[in-house]
């Protein structure tokens, strides 16, 4: 996790991110990263949405995203850059492997 929080702060530190509004719907990772001084807002225009996925597609670098990270907005109303927290268990070799993860798990 201290990577994962170091990566996270070179991010913020390369984009001037600081003290930015990022949109996060995941309660669970505002706790997370709570302590980046960042303002977390339900706003497209934020700086960046941040959020998890369900797959990271090996095959075409792909992120397959479902309504449990998105809660049902459309891409526009979605800020223009995202930072996505995942970890390798969420790799899949293809698309169709990671659709049929979502599937399974209605």
């Known amino acids: 996790m201290n ?17 930015k ?3 996060c719907l995941i309660p669970q990772l505002k706790e997370r990263f709570k302590g980046f001084n ?3 807002i ?3 225009k934020s ?4 959020t998890t996925c369900e797959s990271l597609v090996a095959k075409n670098g792909a992120i397959l995203l479902s309504s449990n990270q998105v809660k ?3 891409l526009k ?8 927290f995942s970890t390798t268990s969420r790799l899949v070799d293809t698309i169709s492997e990671g659709l049929q993860i979502i599937k399974n798990q209605s």
Do not use: C, G
Not at 3 to 18: C, P, R, T
Not at 47 to 50: C, D, Y
């Open 42 to 44: 339900d706003s497209a």
């Open 77 to 84: 109303e979605l800020p223009f850059n995202f930072i996505i």
């Open 21 to 23: 509004d990022v949109m």
């Open 3 to 19: 990577e994962v929080m170091e990566a996270f702060d070179n991010i913020l530190l390369e984009n001037d991110w600081y003290e």
């Open 47 to 50: 700086t960046f949405f941040l």
């Open 72 to 74: 049902e907005k459309k």
């Open 38 to 40: 960042l303002n977390f």
